[in-house]
């Protein structure tokens, strides 16, 4: 196995030993999700220096504990229920008929190609009208998502994003 770096693995390589040498691949990225102060861990590999300096691991653990405590009460909330419910009522029979559509055109050219060779206009076809068809279908389900996350999501999405950082907050987490 090779490192990053191109220089042979000094323990050999074999198949028993196999092992994922980047430097980068287990770190996580600064300030993604870590309580304020708790980074990646000190020496992600030996050649490289330490990122931060090492915090107690229990102050650690209490901040992470205290996150997820945040975000699992925001989780059984009402309002992130009525958020999640609004998002499933509309994209749920949204893909149902989407891929209906898709599914009923692939099966259609298919099965019937006199049908979609039927000349509509000049060159211009049932198959061509139905395949121009599901991009238009693509555009205005793209629009109606939009539209509805606007209107009946994004302000109670926004309002939840606000009282769970309030609760992290008060709680010593990082928001």
């Given amino acids: 196995m090779q490192q990053s770096n191109d220089r042979p693995h000094p323990g050999g390589g074999g198949p028993a030993d196999v092992g994922y040498d980047d430097p980068w691949y287990d770190a996580l990225a600064s300030g993604w999700g ?32 205290d996150a997820v405590d945040v975000y699992l009460q925001v989780q059984r909330s009402a309002a992130f229920q009525e958020v999640r419910r609004r998002y ?35 060159a ?34 926004l309002e939840l994003r606000w009282d769970t950082q309030e609760l992290a907050r008060e709680r010593g987490g990082v928001s």
């Fill in 34 to 65: 870590e309580p304020a102060g708790a980074g990646a861990p000190t020496a992600v590999h030996p050649a490289l220096p330490a990122v931060r300096p090492a915090e107690p691991a229990v102050r650690r653990q209490e901040g992470v504990a």
């Fill in 124 to 157: 211009v076809n049932v198959g061509l009208l139905a395949g121009l068809g599901q991009f238009l279908t693509t555009f205005l389900l793209t629009w109606a998502y939009t539209r509805h996350a606007r209107l009946r999501r994004d302000r109670a999405a």
């Fill in 88 to 122: 499933r009522s509309f994209v749920v029979p949204a893909v149902v008929v989407f891929c209906a559509w898709y599914v009923a055109y692939v099966v259609t050219a298919t099965a019937a190609p006199d049908l979609m060779a039927r000349p509509v206009a000049g």
